[in-house]
Structure formats: structure tokens, C-alpha cells
């Protein structure tokens, strides 16, 4: 695949105005498949659950989860949407190797929900509405894996599995209407967006959001057009980017490519695309279909689906509090300066630190350990913090240990290592490894004297009142005991020596 070539971020701002739209498609945490009964499980066996309705037999006949539907009202709810008397479900017809039946059972012409919008704060404190186009209910479709090949991908595999242990779980599909007027900031307020359908979804507890799952996946759509032109580009669709991150270098990269393309008098092809997140770039999928080539028809074995006012409103009344409201909340729970709290939601922490605070660490503490060591490990690793092996519980017990004198920084960012690669939790490995910090004086008063028998002078500048002294014996007492030394307790005997 010949490399894309890219215009400079800023020089593509210059000449073209940037529009977006963003596809989110959100699983549902139901007990059972959207139209049958089926378990909705992660992580079984392929192929386990599954029954004549999700691989489509002859003669199997749907049934709309209950479930399912009032999930979908309580999100076109919660996005500010009115809600449909009624709707029904249509085929989506094209070739469906992951869906056995070759139809999506989706909504088209009739969704659950329409015409919402909500707020969206960028990093730079900016505030943009989205517009919501519709909400809609469909079902899912499997898993294929591509055996063979260095990617992972069809391109150059030998065969293909499919699993349809995925196909049918209940999905709401969230389009925004076209998103003008970001400029710049247009990938950050796409990933800012896909966040807050997660805090949403999240808080609503109709799904479980684990992004790294493909529980919310986002499909992005760029254009570019000419600064004053009245009609919009050609867009692509880069397909299920799975990380926040990704979201926002995906947008940012389709900008530079298509930019690139524009100036030399090129055409942009309406496609999707894919997003390969070790490149940082996408490539093109498939020519994106209209919805005529869908071949969209009502489907005849569902009845329209039509929500009482009542179920409405009592959903309404179950709505748990805003994104906003409940950043102003834990802003004040925590006491965090404005800065600190905008760093925690831009870097999208809000919720391993209230999980953290829950398991028992201060506010700060866990702060300080998610956007300090946590993240510089993530980065290390060129991932986001959610897809690291380690839960809210696990950063907790790190912060009490330190607090109760048993770690050193040091000592609890070794830990923090061990955790990470496996070994278990905090307090295991401070026991496994011996990692404890130090407190007996005698042995702290023997690292000390062998210390201060090659520079006995600091003694002397100790006593008259030159205390930077004291930091070469401290780090070579913490030299020798492997950074397990209290390094303040070391400097207290070190002057109890001095003015003996």
C-alpha cells in the first residue's frame, strides 16, 4: 500500500473548511440477542450462542427484545430527542459475510428516536452543539478473523473465520446531522463527542462501554470543502475506530490526506475507509453505498414498534443526571482547581478516578497517579490508559500503601510495573518482591555510617547549618538499600547524628 501523502494540518485549515459527522454505534447490555434468546455474552466460545434466528434459518421468525427498546428510548432521551410513536424495522440488504440471514434487521425511515443535540466541551474550554440526527435500533453482526497474512486483515490472508456469537446482540446506531465550524478542533470535538455517548450509555447502565470491547464504536465521516463554498465535499467514512485516541488522529489524518488530494486537483472518492492504529493511517475499504443501494424494505416478520406515553415518561423520570451536571459535581466533591479537573476530562479519567475514589483513594492521589505514571506508561506503550491491565481497585491500594508509609514513590512506581505485567495486585507484590519500604532505624543507622566513612565531613557542614549536605549521604544510603529506605527518616538520624 503506497504511503498517502499528507498536507500540513494547518496549511489544510487555510484552504479548506473541515465538516464532520460521526456514526456511533453504541452494544447494549441486554440479557439476550436484539430478536432472539440468545445469550448476550462476551467472550464465550465462538459460535456457542447462537439458535435458527441469529444464523438465519428458513422458517425462524424474530421477536424484538423489550429490553432493548426501552435502552434506545432512554438514549434519544438522554440526547434530547423526541421519540417516535412509532417505528418499524426494515431490511438492510447487501453481501453480509458475518451475518448468515445477508440482512441487517436495522430501522431506516422510521427510527426510535430523532432531532436531539447535545453540548460538547473541547480541551481548549470551547463548547459546540451536535446535532442529532436520529438514534436508531438494529442488531450487530459477527466476528470475522482473517488467519494468515502480517496484518490481521483480509488483505493477504488465507482464509477467514466468522463467529456468530455477535451477530444480533442489540445495537443503537447515534448520527449526528453534518458538524460545520470547528475548524481546527474538529478531531478533538469528535473524540470529545464518542466520550460523552460513553458517560451517557454509561450512566444510563445500558451498556457496558468498554471501548477496547467494540462496545461503542465510532464511524467517522470527513469532508473539505473550499472556505465559502455552499456545497459539501465528498466524505469518507473511516469504519469502527475503537479508542478515543484514535478517534481524533483518525479525523486528523483523514484532513491531511484529503487536503493533499484537493490542492493537486484531485478527486475524493466517497468510500469507507479503515484505520490502522500501528501506521496512524487509513486506507480505502469499500465504495460507500447510498441508501438506495440498500435495497431498504419494511421488514415483514416485526410490528412496528410504538412506545406508550407512559413507558416514556417514566423512562424520562429515570434519567440519570447530565455529563455537565455531574463534571460540576465531582469538581466540587474532589476540590480540584479548574485546570486539574480539565485535564482529568480531556484526558477522559472522570471515570477510573470516581472508581478509584470509590475503592478508597483520595481525589488527588488518584489523580496524581492516572495523569502522571498511569499515563506516561500508556504512552510508553502507545495506548490509552483503559487498555491497560489495571482497575481503579489496584490504584487504590497502591495509593494507601504509600500513604500508609509502606511505598515510596519510587518504590510504588516499580510496583506499578509488576502490576501491569501481571503479577497481581499492590500488596501481593510489595510482599512477593520484599518491596516494603525500610523503617528500622538499625538497619537505616548502619547504611548511614557506611556512608558517611567516605565524605565524614557532612557532619561538620550539617552542624553549621549547610543541610545540602545531607544529599549526597541520603542518596547513597538510598543507593544502597534499592531505594527501600524512608528517605525522610534518613534525614532525621542523619541530623540526630550531626547534633549528637
Known amino acids: 500500500?503506497?504511503?498517502?501523502?499528507?498536507?500540513?494540518?494547518?496549511?489544510?485549515?487555510?484552504?479548506?473548511?473541515?465538516?464532520?459527522?460521526?456514526?456511533?454505534?453504541?452494544?447494549?447490555?441486554?440479557?439476550?440477542?436484539?430478536?432472539?434468546?440468545?445469550?448476550?455474552?462476551?467472550?464465550?466460545?465462538?459460535?456457542?450462542?447462537?439458535?435458527?434466528?441469529?444464523?438465519?434459518?428458513?422458517?425462524?421468525?424474530?421477536a424484538v427484545n423489550k429490553r432493548a427498546v426501552e435502552s434506545a428510548i432512554s438514549i434519544g432521551l438522554a440526547l434530547g430527542c423526541s421519540i417516535a410513536p412509532t417505528g418499524r424495522f426494515a431490511r438492510k440488504n447487501y453481501f453480509y459475510p458475518d451475518l448468515a440471514k445477508n440482512f441487517q434487521t436495522s430501522q431506516y425511515d422510521e427510527p426510535i428516536a430523532f432531532e436531539g443535540g447535545i453540548d460538547i466541551e473541547v480541551p481548549s474550554g470551547n463548547v459546540y452543539t451536535i446535532d442529532i440526527e436520529r438514534a436508531h435500533m438494529e442488531e450487530d453482526a459477527g466476528k470475522l478473523t482473517h488467519v494468515g497474512g502480517a496484518t490481521g486483515r483480509i488483505q493477504g490472508a488465507e482464509y477467514s473465520?466468522?463467529?456468530?456469537?455477535?451477530?444480533?446482540?442489540?445495537?443503537?446506531?447515534?448520527?449526528?446531522?453534518?458538524?460545520?465550524?470547528?475548524?481546527?478542533?474538529?478531531?478533538?470535538?469528535?473524540?470529545?463527542?464518542?466520550?460523552?455517548?460513553?458517560?451517557?450509555?454509561?450512566?444510563?447502565?445500558?451498556?457496558?462501554?468498554?471501548?477496547?470491547r467494540g462496545n461503542v464504536r465510532c464511524d467517522a465521516n470527513v469532508s473539505l470543502r473550499l472556505h465559502g463554498a455552499e456545497k459539501l465535499g465528498t466524505r469518507t467514512e473511516t469504519k469502527n475506530v475503537n479508542s478515543l485516541r484514535s478517534i481524533e488522529r483518525a479525523v486528523r489524518y483523514e484532513i491531511q490526506r484529503q487536503a493533499a488530494i484537493l490542492a493537486k486537483g484531485g478527486t475524493i472518492i466517497q468510500?469507507?475507509?479503515?484505520?490502522?492504529?500501528?501506521?496512524?493511517?487509513?486506507?480505502?475499504?469499500?465504495?460507500k453505498s447510498d441508501a438506495d443501494d440498500y435495497r431498504y424494505f419494511p421488514e415483514p416478520d416485526l410490528v412496528p414498534v410504538q412506545p406508550s406515553l407512559e413507558l416514556i415518561e417514566k423512562l424520562r423520570a429515570a434519567l440519570p443526571e447530565k455529563p455537565a451536571d455531574r463534571r460540576k459535581r465531582l469538581q466540587a466533591e474532589w476540590a480540584f482547581a479548574d485546570l486539574e479537573f480539565r485535564d482529568v476530562v480531556n484526558a477522559g479519567l472522570l471515570d477510573q478516578i470516581e472508581e478509584a475514589v470509590a475503592a478508597g483513594a483520595t481525589a488527588q492521589a488518584a489523580r496524581k497517579w492516572y495523569t502522571g505514571e498511569i499515563a506516561r506508561l500508556a504512552n510508553a506503550e502507545d495506548k490509552d490508559i483503559s487498555e491497560l491491565p489495571l482497575t481503579p481497585a489496584h490504584v487504590a491500594e497502591l495509593a494507601a500503601l504509600v500513604e500508609a508509609g509502606?511505598?515510596?514513590?519510587?518504590?510504588?512506581?516499580?510496583?506499578?510495573?509488576?502490576?501491569?505485567?501481571?503479577?497481581?495486585?499492590?500488596?501481593?507484590?510489595?510482599?512477593?518482591?520484599?518491596?516494603?519500604?525500610?523503617?528500622?532505624?538499625?538497619?537505616?543507622?548502619?547504611?548511614?555510617?557506611?556512608?558517611?566513612?567516605?565524605?565524614?565531613?557532612?557532619?561538620?557542614?550539617?552542624?553549621?547549618?549547610r543541610m545540602q549536605a545531607a544529599g549526597a549521604?541520603?542518596?547513597?544510603?538510598?543507593?544502597?538499600?534499592?531505594?527501600?529506605?524512608?528517605?525522610?527518616?534518613?534525614?532525621?538520624l542523619l541530623i540526630e547524628k550531626a547534633n549528637a
Open 1 to 62: 500500500m503506497a504511503k498517502a501523502e499528507l498536507m500540513d494540518y494547518e496549511k489544510a485549515l487555510e484552504q479548506f473548511e473541515v465538516v464532520i459527522g460521526l456514526e456511533v454505534h453504541v452494544e447494549l447490555n441486554t440479557n439476550t440477542k436484539m430478536f432472539c434468546g440468545c445469550a448476550n455474552v462476551f467472550g464465550n466460545e465462538p459460535n456457542t450462542n447462537v439458535c435458527p434466528i441469529c444464523i438465519g434459518l428458513p422458517g425462524s421468525l424474530p
Open 161 to 212: 473465520l466468522v463467529d456468530y456469537n455477535r451477530a444480533g446482540v442489540p445495537l443503537i446506531e447515534i448520527v449526528t446531522k453534518p458538524v460545520y465550524g470547528a475548524g481546527a478542533e474538529a478531531p478533538e470535538l469528535a473524540a470529545a463527542y464518542v466520550r460523552t455517548i460513553r458517560e451517557i450509555v454509561k450512566g444510563l447502565n445500558v451498556s457496558d462501554a468498554k471501548m477496547e
Open 271 to 287: 468510500e469507507t475507509r479503515h484505520w490502522h492504529e500501528d501506521k496512524g493511517t487509513t486506507s480505502a475499504g469499500r465504495p
Open 406 to 465: 509502606k511505598l515510596n514513590d519510587r518504590l510504588a512506581r516499580e510496583v506499578l510495573t509488576y502490576v501491569l505485567a501481571g503479577e497481581g495486585s499492590p500488596a501481593q507484590i510489595v510482599v512477593a518482591r520484599g518491596l516494603e519500604v525500610v523503617n528500622d532505624d538499625g538497619a537505616l543507622i548502619a547504611a548511614i555510617d557506611a556512608a558517611l566513612a567516605s565524605q565524614p565531613d557532612v557532619l561538620d557542614a550539617i552542624r553549621e547549618g
Open 473 to 492: 549521604v541520603i542518596g547513597a544510603v538510598m543507593k544502597a538499600m534499592k531505594g527501600s529506605a524512608d528517605a525522610a527518616r534518613v534525614r532525621e
